[in-house]
């Protein structure tokens, strides 16, 4: 008999089946890391369409409050100041957005809230202003993105 690694018939065997239980787990296991891999992209882009939103909605703002005339009436200078706060308050939620996990989900759970608070309070004030109705309706896009990114949130 020839000794050496292919002598004999000891040691592994040249096939290994599995048998159906491990199959079973196996594929469970796979699974569960497609549906993470599925749900950490739809974070990924929930949060990614949230940050867009909320760079939209700061941008028709502050071109909005730009527009108005600082010494107008009462109904002007609440507009401008909604804008300008809206403007503030996406560009604030649109960098927590963009950090790299550097706030707690309570925290980006809290900002979110209050971006589309603001935003949906700011699209309320714009839609009594004639000229407005674009930056309303970026506010409450952005106010949607928040509430949908909100949702992905656990």
Request: hydrophobic share 35%; with cysteine.
């Amino acid at each position: 008999m020839a000794a050496g690694f292919g002598a004999g018939r000891g040691g592994y065997p040249r096939r290994v089946t599995w048998t159906p239980s491990q199959q079973g787990q196996q594929s469970r296991q796979e699974r569960q890391e497609r549906e993470h891999q599925q749900e950490l992209f739809r974070f990924l882009e929930e949060r990614f369409a949230c940050a867009q939103a909320c760079t939209e909605c700061a941008r028709s703002c502050a071109v909005r409050a730009s527009l108005v005339d600082p010494d107008g009436t009462e109904q002007q200078e609440l507009a401008r100041r909604k804008g300008i706060m809206c403007a503030e308050v996406c560009d604030a939620t649109c960098r927590v957005l963009s950090e790299e996990n550097r706030q707690d989900e309570d925290g980006i759970r809290v900002q979110l809230e209050w971006c589309r608070t603001v935003c949906l309070e700011t699209a309320h004030v714009f839609d009594a202003y004639p000229g407005a109705e674009e930056a309303a309706a970026a506010c409450r896009a952005c106010a949607r993105a928040c509430t949908t990114f909100l949702g992905t949130l656990r």
